[in-house]
């Protein structure tokens, strides 16, 4: 579909007319434009120069931002186990102690990151890490059981701290 036969739904066009394939002339004051498709520069025109004349409420079919971004998020079971299970893995990873999910400082940042989600106590992240191990421990037994030979090194270097006489 070209250009001049696209439906035109934008109220810009009240007051626009569409003279070539890529210009447009303001009904209002004669000024021409160029057109690429879209209507913010008609938008910006109008409200530019055509302030008094020209009502604000503009294109009424497209919904502000301010409709996405302003309703409050449930926090549905889902979300709340995608996030526990972050927390989970941020605790192994980052090697953290499980009563962490209890600090004063880490309940603050939750109830302001997601209001409705209730963080799980030390019990149930025990058992969750416990679960993560022991699903681990046995992707590693499966990976391991299809090999014939593994080569297993360390590393020598000693940290200069375990060392140190008191």
Same mark, same amino acid.
């Given at each position: 579909?070209?250009? %001049?036969?696209?439906? !035109? !739904? @934008?109220? =810009?066009w009240n007051y626009f007319e569409l003279t070539c394939a890529n210009e447009v002339? $303001?009904?209002? $004051?004669?000024?021409?434009l160029v057109y690429h &498709?879209?209507?913010?520069?008609?938008? =910006?025109?109008?409200?530019?120069k055509h302030a008094?004349?020209?009502? #604000?409420?503009?294109? %009424? /079919?497209?919904?502000?931002?301010?409709?996405?971004? =302003?309703?409050?998020?449930? $926090?549905?079971?889902?979300?709340? &186990?995608?996030i526990t299970a972050l927390i989970t893995n941020m605790i192994v990873k980052d090697m953290l102690p499980i009563s962490f999910v209890e600090g004063g400082g880490f309940l603050e940042?939750?109830? =302001?990151?997601?209001?409705?989600?209730r963080v799980p &106590?030390? #019990?149930t992240m025990t058992k969750r890490i416990e679960k993560?191990? !022991?699903? !681990? /421990?046995?992707?590693?037994?499966r990976s391991l059981?299809?090999? @014939?030979?593994? @080569?297993?090194t360390t590393s020598g270097r000693h940290s200069q701290l375990n060392h140190m006489s008191p």
């Open positions: 579909m070209n250009r %001049a036969a696209r439906p !035109k !739904k @934008s109220s =810009s002339r $303001c009904k209002l $004051c004669e000024k021409t &498709g879209s209507t913010s520069s008609m938008r =910006s025109h109008l409200s530019a008094k004349e020209v009502p #604000t409420d503009t294109d %009424a /079919a497209q919904p502000a931002i301010t409709n996405f971004i =302003s309703r409050p998020r449930r $926090c549905d079971d889902r979300r709340a &186990g995608d940042l939750m109830a =302001s990151v997601e209001p409705d989600y &106590g030390r #019990t993560l191990y !022991k699903d !681990k /421990a046995e992707d590693l037994r059981s299809t090999v @014939s030979k593994v @080569s297993i």
